[in-house]
């Protein structure tokens, strides 16, 4: 796994190479229900429409808070964009991008994350233990755990205990 330096204080970059076909990691992920098994914050998806979700997250002290989060733009097997569409002032945009890895039947994904608040706004994240950038490596790794052995290990950046509770419930079917 590597981590890209920022290319602004707004953007967090990166990425994992993944040893399962492009077709099949796309698949997994574009099926927003699965994200839950592997998002350090994210407890449940709901599927609204074809582009719209209601994500449950868990914050810092227990809170919990819904987002609505919209598809703006897919091309299979290689990008799926999405945006919070629940408040413009905390505008957060996402990519994820998906490409033939260095060997074959491997993907590099890429996740590049587009936050608010820029330099304040992770200095506010920081006081409450919230590291966006250290949370998008450490999904992805979690990403690729799943999809290569069907379990999450990794439990750093992630609500106390969740991967402990899930560990038998989310199998990738190989």
């Keep these: 796994m ?13 990425s994992v190479v993944i040893r399962r076909p492009v077709e099949q990691v796309f698949n997994f992920y574009r099926d927003f229900t699965n994200l839950p098994s592997f998002l350090g914050d994210v407890m449940k998806i709901e599927q609204i429409d074809a582009a719209t979700s209601r994500w449950t997250i868990q914050g810092p002290f227990g809170i919990q808070a ?43 994904v890429r996740e590049v994350m587009k936050a608010p608040l820029g330099r304040l706004g992770r200095a506010a ?46 199998e990738v079917k190989k």
């Design 2 to 14: 590597e981590r890209t330096p920022s290319v602004d204080h707004n953007t967090i970059t990166s």
């Design 66 to 108: 819904h987002w609505r989060v919209r598809v703006t733009e897919e091309r299979p097997n290689e990008l799926i964009r999405y945006d919070l569409v629940s408040s413009s002032r905390l505008k957060t945009e996402w990519e994820i991008h998906f490409a033939p890895g260095p060997a074959k039947g491997e993907t590099e």
């Design 125 to 170: 994240l920081a006081l409450i233990g919230k590291f966006p950038a250290e949370e998008v490596s450490a999904n992805l790794h979690r990403f690729k755990e799943l999809m290569e052995t069907g379990k999450v290990t990794d439990t750093s950046y992630s609500v106390a205990g969740k991967f402990a509770q899930q560990a038998n419930q989310h």
